[in-house]
Each structure stands twice: as structure tokens, then as C-alpha cells.
Nanobody
């Protein structure tokens, strides 16, 4: 019912920048939050940044001041601008949304397929 398509991952040197995009499509009635999680090998998946439909944001401490999340409500798209990247930012980044679909009052969680971000030292 809801599909998330991510793009923008890749290989970058430390200090460089990348911009991730995630477009949601399908029978979406309302998006509550859109966000990005990441998972490094052998570690759990953790929240990186989240934005609500009203524009409120929150960030994981280690990315504050370096990453910026933004959203385009008209396009159901969320972006993650990542600057001053560090090797420890290397992970698979997953897009995540909380949304309701047309014809349902339930709010469900949806995930993208993940995009690899690798930061070399």
C-alpha cells in the first residue's frame, strides 16, 4: 500500500557530503512523521533524524550540527543532507514513515529498502 524509494547513498571521503532522498507513494492519507535510521554492521538500527508533518525535527546527538532533515509534504519526500561526514557514519540508511492509508484509521510504520553510505578515512 505504501512504497518508499530511497536514493543518494554512496562512497565519500571523510569531510564530504551526501544527500539522501526518500519518496513515499501509494494510498497515503496522512503522514505523521518521516525519518532516517541507520544500521552499521553488527549494530542495532538507530534513529538518525526525524521530522513531523508540522516541521518539528529531532536528531541523534552525534549528527547534530552536521546533518539536516527536511521534507516536502506536497511530494511526500524527505531529505537528509549530511555534511562533514565521518567514517563512523558508515552504515545502511533506512527511510521510515508513520502514515495512515486511505480507508483506514490505523497509523502504520513503513520502511525503505536501505541505501549504503560509506565514508572513507
Amino acid at each position: 500500500q505504501v512504497q518508499l524509494v530511497e536514493s543518494g547513498g554512496g562512497l565519500v571521503q571523510a569531510g564530504g557530503s551526501l544527500r539522501l532522498s526518500c519518496a513515499a507513494s501509494g494510498s497515503i492519507a496522512s503522514i505523521i512523521t518521516m525519518g532516517w535510521y541507520r544500521q552499521a554492521p553488527g549494530k542495532q538500527r538507530d534513529l538518525v533524524a526525524r521530522i513531523t508533518s508540522s516541521g518539528s525535527t529531532n536528531y541523534e546527538d552525534s549528527v547534530k550540527g552536521r546533518f539536516t532533515i527536511s521534507g516536502d509534504n506536497a511530494k511526500n519526500t524527505v531529505y537528509l543532507q549530511m555534511n562533514s561526514l565521518k567514517p563512523e557514519d558508515t552504515a545502511v540508511y533506512y527511510c521510515n514513515i508513520l502514515a495512515s492509508v486511505v480507508g483506514s484509521s490505523y497509523v502504520l510504520e513503513y520502511w525503505g529498502q536501505g541505501t549504503q553510505v560509506t565514508v572513507s578515512s
